[in-house]
């Protein structure tokens, strides 16, 4: 069984930083592509960021671009995203999820539990 951990979220202000953390359970790690989505309450869940395999290729919401970074760390089992510049617009839960292979052009199988993100002065 997969499971994914998320940790590093709270409560920051406009302009502040935060790095999010995922931490999956399971040997073949480094075979799947990662991602980050978000939801506030009474909305479809919102792609954030995505990461291959290794590291190689990533890809962002245009919402986030030039603000936030998703990186992995395989011998560590985590991905990582760090989050600069946060506006109120971000806030959010935040899920780490599993693609199904080396890629993001599939939709993900597994999914954390999220942790809750707030902008806010």
């Known amino acids: 069984q997969v499971q994914l951990v998320e940790s590093g979220g709270g409560l920051v202000q406009p302009g502040g930083s935060l790095r999010l953390s995922c931490a999956t359970s399971g040997r073949t790690f480094s075979g799947y592509a990662m991602g980050w989505f978000r939801q506030v309450p009474g909305k479809e869940p919102e792609f954030v960021a995505a990461?291959?395999?290794?590291?190689?290729?990533?890809n962002y919401a245009d919402s986030v671009k030039g603000r936030f970074t998703i990186a992995r760390d395989n011998a560590k089992n985590t991905v990582y995203l760090q989050m600069n510049g946060l506006k109120p617009d971000d806030t959010a839960k935040y899920y780490c999820?599993?693609?199904?292979?080396?890629?993001?052009?599939?939709?993900?199988?597994?999914w954390g539990q999220g942790t809750q993100v707030t902008v806010s002065s």
């Open positions: 990461i291959t395999w290794n590291g190689g290729l990533t």
């Open positions: 999820a599993r693609y199904r292979d080396l890629y993001y052009n599939n939709d993900p199988d597994y």
